[in-house]
């Protein structure tokens, strides 16, 4: 069993910059941060491999947001840069033990998630 602790969630002004964690109890072999709004589907934001850093972006936050990893690998961040009003939404960080891939089907462990409120 994987534990997954999202923090880091705040309300801030557009344009801000605001970075989110997510420590777990043990590296996995992916990690992943998804968002959603109430109402909407969850949508993939980022991932990262736990062995080279690998990562890959979903084209809506390409160049604002950085996914990286502490070098135990337990813990991943999420910096988010020139933050709009629609990113406002629930983040969840997300762990796979065999995949490292967009789908959030994939994922066996999640968080519980952090709220990221961006004004205008």
């Known amino acids: 069993q994987v534990r997954l602790k999202e923090s880091g969630g705040a309300s801030v002004q557009a344009g801000e910059s605001l970075r989110i964690s997510c420590a777990a109890s043990?590296?996995?072999?992916?990690r992943a941060w998804f968002r959603q709004v109430p109402g909407k589907e969850r949508e993939f934001l980022a991932r990262i491999y736990r062995n080279g850093g690998t990562v890959r972006y979903a084209d809506s936050v390409q160049g604002r947001f950085t996914i990286s990893q502490d070098d135990a690998k337990t813990t991943v961040f999420l910096a988010m840069n020139s933050l709009k009003p629609e990113d406002t939404a629930v983040y969840y960080c997300?762990?796979?033990?065999?995949?490292?891939?967009?789908?959030?089907?994939?994922?066996?462990?999640w968080g519980q998630g952090t709220q990221v409120t961006v004004s205008s």
């Open positions: 043990v590296a996995t072999y992916c």
């Open positions: 997300a762990a796979s033990v065999n995949w490292c891939v967009s789908d959030e089907s994939r994922y066996d462990y």
